[in-house]
């Protein structure tokens, strides 16, 4: 329903910018209808093919790229859950997760307060059985120290499609039965049911690409739950009056709706668990 059609002349254009932003190192992972929906827009405002190549690539890097390295070593962080499966108990299977955890910037700075995030913010909703996790970077690891049921269906999705890979064999080692695709949740939100939809500190990144698909999409989610979370920190490690700002966004999007908020306040992020 929200996916856009993309028709005419500008089409080979947008093929070619496509193609483009694929073929540098740096995004060749981010799913082609991300970068498509991206860069049809910055097509039609830029005045020059090259500067709406360029300015698809400052969008990726700011919803994206700018949350991590080079590279996060996907191949050796299996090879340690894989050692921690067969051998080292629940404790050391979670020590190799807060290790992956420290490859995203996002779920880095949730290490702090996970032992009380989760089990703080969803106490009063079990049973959980299923879960999308939408714009997810790495927080599927986190999924040891949610209080879900234990035959939860896990759904998560996010523009990387290297990154789902490696969600995909977590959830294999982790005995979880999960499902990682990558997609464009703005243009193609996931329309299966579930008790809760998890939407961390990604409104911020939507509301850059689009300004009307953070409300658009709390709408359309087909789910009991939301929870909706906003970083306290900017990348830069700068307060900003962050809290104040976001808090007064989030009202703005769920004014009107006959939702029931709860309101919880972490060191480094802000969260609503919403009654849908
Ligand atoms: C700020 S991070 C939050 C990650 C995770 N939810 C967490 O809190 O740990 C934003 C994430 O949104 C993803 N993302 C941004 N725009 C997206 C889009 N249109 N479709 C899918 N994923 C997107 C990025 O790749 C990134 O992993």
Redesign the pocket.
Known sequence: MLRTEHTGSGMDELDKLVQAVLSSPKYKNVCAD?IR?IGWRELAKRRSWKEALKATKNKLHQ??GA?FGATIPYAQLLDGLRVAADAEGEDGFRRVCVRAMRH?S??RE?LGILDSFYAQVLADLSPIRTVL???????PLAIPWMPLDEDVQYYA????TD?VGFLNEFFALAKVQGEAQA????HSPPMRRADLA?????L???AQ?DRSASVRLLEVLNVDHLLI?F?LHSLGGREKGMLKNYEQRFWEWVAGRPWAVQRFEFATELAFLVRK
Do not use: E
């Open positions: 991300a929906n919803v994206g949350y995203h996002s779920t949730r996790d939408i714009a997810c970077g790495l927080n999705y996010d523009m990387y990154m997609r464009d949740v703005i998890l939407i961390l500190k990604s911020p990144c939507i690409l979370s970083p």
